[in-house]
């Protein structure tokens, strides 16, 4: 197991030689570089990941060296083995590498090629130190620096003045729920005395069910994940995120930043098992977080913005199965979220690529002919992101949608509806997209070609990921054999205790979401392809509330940034111009009246000295003479 240790080191080394030498580097051997490494870290994670299953599949603890040292207590920078952690790094590493060689072909222009790859490989180190930390110190260590390093690469194209705005928004936004989190790492400590996850976890085993700390310290956590997995009132960073490079938005909505919330939640169960309010509140932000972006999704007529308020959503449907306890289903969903949403935005990136940058899909059409590969694999993420038999979130999403339902039927409802907007709005992409006549340009239409296979081969390997990814988890009314997930040793019988459902009742909704995913993937193909009809910037009625986003960027800025900017223009005038500037001021005004004053003894007038000595032995003898006699 101390394989493990270097699994991490691979991208940082890669962060470093291209971070260094970059700029005497060639393209090739920076993107071989930044590649590389991450493939040797994805080997290395097979590797442990076959150790650990020979060895039991027994959780192990890999210390790489003694940290801090608080009071008696002893903090690690350690690593956790265990099958939560080797899920997620493999996903983080294999996803990853992908996206790193689909990088490759598109950024092969940017004359900032060997800085965009130290950063996607400081990115990679970041979040594997965050899903393999033994203690919640590590992890948000690792939680800070994939905010960092989302705040470089979203603004990755500095020059554009818009681009800067939404990195900086992505990082302010994070760090409010940052604070929920160190607030809930304070509260914890103060309660545990170690923030150890085997001590942690342990000492709340002997709590009671909505114990206040354990309450306070679950909602405090829960506000972090709000954060960084873009749940409401904190996701409107997330769309706003597409102003980075394509393979920067398909790393951070599929194999990094977005998963950092669920799996702080998966990791903390056992607290989190302990507040059933907390879990409520849970299931309710993932309900409305999913239903609200589903409808914004529907609306947007850029191709990356439907994409980036689809991961919202269905973010959204993950927070519904957490908050209803279905830990495994929601990781499942996770996986293969991760596996069509990779492929989706790298497929829309290739889109773009051959569209010269042009991104609203009122201007595309027609691109099945010319792009034949990136059509054939965008569908099938289309068909996997809208539970379709028998691709991956078919599976995964189905699995979800029953323990909802087990748990309530309001959230169903929710999701259920949420799953059919899915469906529509990822069709109605797919047609406006691909189907019909070309609309663009002559001098776009000239330039149409398909990708280098530096950018089709990773779209290959993922289209067949969302295509049989949902084999990694079938559930047994399709098989026959009994329900058998990889996570039941972390997580043991949490899900099936409280599973009521019949498999007759299974297959029902099962036959239900599917009833809805083709009714809505007919809907878009009548509306988009064979009326052809075109979405117009002339809105009505409630499309004036998707198509605004619910208003709620322009509700932020009401009452939130322009409260605070008068606050902080009222503070400049008082303190800055009424207090400390005087202040300031009449210090250096002291200043310059004590060295006009001196200066005057240093006139260079001979006349002058000589009075002055006389003057001093006058007043040295008077001292004398006073003292002598006294």
């Known amino acids: ?24 580097l060639s393209k090739s051997s920076s993107g071989l570089i930044g590649s590389g490494t991450i493939l040797g870290a994805f080997i290395c994670t097979a590797v442990v990941f076959v150790q650990f299953i020979n060895a039991g599949s027994v959780a192990t603890e890999v210390t790489a060296f003694d940290w801090l040292v608080i ?29 790193h060689v689909y990088s490759i072909g598109y950024m092969h222009d940017d004359e900032n090629f060997s800085r965009f790859f130290a950063y996607l490989n400081l990115f990679i180190f970041f979040m594997l130190l965050l899903v393999m930390a033994d203690n919640f110190l590590v ?33 302010i936004m994070n760090r409010i729920g940052d604070l929920g989190f160190i607030l809930g790492l304070f509260v914890m400590f103060s309660e545990f005395g170690s923030l150890q996850y085997t001590e942690v976890f342990a000492n709340a085993a002997q709590y009671s069910e909505s114990n206040p700390a354990i309450l306070a310290i679950t909602i405090l956590l829960f506000i972090g994940a709000c954060g960084k997995s873009a749940q409401l009132p904190l996701f409107t960073w997330l769309p706003d995120a597409m102003a980075g490079p394509t393979p920067v938005s398909a790393l951070i909505h599929a194999a990094t930043m977005v ?10 169960h056992v607290l989190f098992d302990l507040a059933p309010e907390t879990m409520w509140i849970i299931a309710s932000v993932g309900a409305l977080t999913a239903l609200v972006a589903a409808t914004i999704a529907a609306v947007q007529n850029d191709i990356k913005k439907v994409l980036a308020y689809s991961t919202v959503s269905q973010l959204g449907l993950i927070f519904i199965a957490l908050g209803v306890g279905a830990y495994q289903s929601a990781m499942f969903h996770l996986l293969t979220h991760a596996f069509f949403k990779a492929l989706l935005f790298l497929g829309a990136g290739s889109v773009i690529h051959a569209m010269s940058g042009e991104q609203d899909m009122r201007k595309m059409g027609g691109l099945k002919k010319i792009l ?15 539970g379709i038999p028998f ?41 406006l997209t691909f189907s019909n006549g070309f609309r ?3 001098q776009q ?67 239900g979401a599917v009833a809805l995913a083709v009714g809505a993937w007919l809907l878009a193909k009548k509306i988009y392809k064979e009326k052809q009809t075109l979405p117009s910037d002339n809105v009505t009625g409630i499309q004036k509330l998707f198509v605004g986003k619910y208003f709620l960027d322009e509700v932020y800025e009401k009452i939130i940034i322009r409260p605070f900017q008068l606050l902080g223009n009222a503070l400049y005038i008082f303190m800055e111009e009424r207090l400390i500037d005087p202040i300031v001021n009449a210090f250096g005004t002291l200043a310059v009246a004590k060295g006009n004053f001196v200066k005057q003894l240093q006139q260079g007038n001979t006349g002058f000295y000589i009075f002055g000595i006389v003057t001093g032995v006058v007043v040295i003898l008077i001292a004398n003479y006073l003292i002598w006699f006294r």
């Not at 197991?1 to 005497?24: C, E, H, Q, S, T």
């Not at 992890?139 to 939404?166: H, M, Q, R």
């Not at 949490?494 to 007759?504: C, G, I, P």
């Open 139 to 171: 992890l948000f260590t690792g939680w800070e620096g994939v905010g960092f390093c989302s705040y470089l690469l979203i603004g990755f194209w500095y020059k554009t003045p818009a681009y800067n705005d939404a990195a900086k928004k992505a990082f």
């Open 391 to 431: 691709f991956s979130g078919f599976f995964s999403k189905d699995e979800m949608l029953a323990h909802v339902y087990n748990d309530s039927i309001c959230l169903w409802v929710i999701a259920s509806a949420t799953s059919a907007l899915t469906a529509f709005y990822m069709f109605r992409l797919y047609f």
């Open 445 to 511: 239409k000239h330039h149409l070609h398909e990708s280098p296979s530096s950018m089709t081969t990773p779209l290959i390997i993922l289209a067949v990921l969302a295509a049989f990814g949902g084999g990694l988890g079938l559930p047994m009314e399709l098989i026959g054999i009994e329900h058998a997930h990889f996570l039941e040793n972390f997580l043991p019988d949490l899900e099936d205790a409280n599973f009521e459902l019949s498999h007759q009742s299974e297959i029902f909704l099962m036959m």
């Open 440 to 442: 663009g340009s002559e």
């Open 372 to 386: 034949p590969i990136t059509h054939i694999t965008f569908i099938i993420g289309c068909l996997a992101i809208s």
């Open 1 to 24: 197991m101390k394989l493990a240790l270097l699994i991490p080191v691979l991208p940082l080394i890669g962060f470093i030689i291209n971070g260094l030498f970059g700029k005497n």
């Open 71 to 99: 009071g008696d207590t002893t903090l690690s920078f350690s690593f956790y083995v265990d099958q939560l952690s080797l899920i997620m790094m493999s996903l983080v590493t294999g996803v990853g590498f992908l996206i």
């Open 259 to 268: 998963t950092a919330g669920i799996y702080l939640i998966v990791r903390s």
